[in-house]
């Protein structure tokens, strides 16, 4: 089974890039990569997911490097609102057991 | 389309007691999956439905069961409630059976206490 990790906490300013790493050295061949927001109160929310390479949407880029151990997050441009838990999961294969990180505190100060 | 529905969103329960929550996953979706939220622990996966059949289960006690109807509609249930059972319980649906590309819609959850 695949295990996360990622940063505890972050905090950035506002209209910066953050970047949220995700290691999973374990990850199977047939693994997705895939990022989800949390409020408070709230269940998370997907973001975006990627299987290698890059990945953008209109409101995240997912960057993955050839090896798939790690993933990277990309914020764009960041505002209150973006202070949340970010979540990275990947995707248990055939066995579908889900490995969630343990979250990242992502703060946006003004 | 509405989202996930999940009642009700609050509930006290005094240790020893049992609960049912109750799961409405989006319309189409036929995958549930139930999630204990704590934390100290983070997200944990109790256990996930398809087309009424449990495919998979997470390492909690037999207190936690659920089951999914014929409608998608899923229910999970706690028996002998302890206070290490407070949390927040979210469910989670989606459409596309297997794993690899599937992304999880999620309710607003359950908060339980037990006291």
């Known amino acids: 089974l695949a295990k996360t990790t990622q940063p505890i906490s972050m905090d950035s300013y506002e209209g910066q890039e953050v970047n949220i790493t995700c290691s999973h050295n374990n990850i199977a061949t047939n693994d997705y990569i895939t990022w989800y927001q949390q409020f408070p109160s709230q269940g998370p929310r997907f973001i975006i997911q990627g299987y290698k390479t890059k990945v953008t949407n209109e409101v995240a880029s997912l960057f993955i490097p050839a090896d798939r151990k790690s993933s990277t997050l990309s914020l764009p441009r960041v505002s209150l609102s973006d202070t949340a838990v970010y979540y990275c999961l990947v995707g248990g294969g055939s066995n579908y057991q889900l490995i969630w990180g343990a979250g990242t505190k992502l703060i946006i100060k003004p | 389309k509405a989202g996930v529905t999940q009642t009700p969103r609050y509930l006290i329960k005094t240790r020893g007691q049992q609960v049912t929550l109750s799961c409405s996953p989006i319309?189409?979706?036929?995958?549930v999956s139930w999630y204990q939220q704590t934390p100290g622990q983070g997200l944990q996966f109790l256990f996930e439905y398809f087309s009424e059949t449990q495919r998979n289960k997470g390492n909690f006690p037999g207190r936690f069961s659920g089951r999914q109807f014929s409608n998608s509609r899923s229910e999970m249930n706690v028996s002998t409630l302890e206070l290490g059972d407070s949390a927040l319980y979210l469910c989670?649906?989606?459409?596309?059976?297997?794993?690899?590309?599937?992304?999880?819609?999620f309710g607003a959850g359950t908060r339980l206490s037990v006291l």
């Open positions: 319309s189409g979706h036929r995958s």
């Open positions: 989670a649906s989606s459409n596309i059976p297997g794993l690899e590309k599937n992304i999880q819609y």
